[in-house]
């Protein structure tokens, strides 16, 4: 029972360079997020997509870009990276609103 | 006033011992409350929504002050395994997609 399941689990990256964080979940659920947590910062959300074809920007969405490929699937794309943006990225799926969170196992994301 | 506000901690108890964390959280319009659970390098989980009326799970209970904006998680002959960072975490609307997570308490539980 994979749940949620995110890659790569780690990357090292340069400033400047792009990279995709992957997302799939298959609990049929509607809602999909991705969070960054730093610490002494909590989790915080970058994007989410209530429903399939919709996305829309949390707390911290600068920098980022989302993709909702379909039901299953939700991509995090940083363009230009920079150290500001080293952190855990988290993706979650609910089946919508104020429901429960499910989390992937979390990416660790690291900019030089 | 930040969103929700946790003591940090870290909370050292030995075995068998009670322990009480409390969250306040500014927006007196929130809706759903939660306590998730996070281990050390691991994702959050859900450990209990927390309900109007309170509500308790085994060794867990939770309870929510509306007057006084806060949550509260009690956890009772703590064990071992409940070594963890415990985040409370707020709904600013019914069915918001938005939850505001507090920075965590973290717990350990000593033998």
């Known amino acids: 029972n994979a749940g949620v399941t995110q890659t790569p689990k780690f990357q090292v990256l340069k400033t400047g360079q792009s990279m995709t964080l992957q997302c799939a979940q298959d609990?049929?659920?509607?809602?999909m997020y991705w969070y960054r947590q730093d610490p002494g910062m909590g989790l915080r959300l970058i994007y989410y997509s209530a429903s399939e074809g919709t996305t829309d920007k949390g707390e911290v969405p600068n920098g980022y870009n989302v993709s909702r490929l379909n039901k299953r699937e939700f991509s995090l794309r940083l363009e230009s990276a920079a150290p500001s943006q080293t952190s855990v990225y988290f993706c979650?799926?609910?089946?919508?609103?104020?429901?429960?969170?499910?989390f992937g196992e979390g990416s660790r994301l690291t900019v030089l | 006033r930040k969103e929700v506000e946790q003591d940090p901690g870290p909370f050292n108890v030995p075995e068998g011992a009670t322990v009480a964390f409390n969250c306040t959280y500014s927006?007196?319009?929130?809706?759903?409350f939660f306590w998730y659970r996070q281990d050390c390098r691991k994702e959050p989980k859900l450990l209990m929504s927390v309900y109007s009326s309170g509500n308790e799970d085994g060794r867990f209970t939770a309870q929510l002050n509306r007057a006084s904006q806060y949550i509260s998680l009690l956890i009772r002959d703590s064990k071992l395994s409940d070594s963890a960072t415990y985040l409370c975490v707020v709904a600013p609307g019914a069915g918001s997609y938005q939850l505001t997570f507090g920075k965590g308490t973290k717990l350990s539980v000593i033998p």
């Open positions: 979650a799926s609910s089946e919508g609103g104020d429901s429960e969170l499910f």
């Open positions: 927006n007196s319009a929130s809706q759903s």
């Open positions: 609990m049929n659920h509607n809602s």
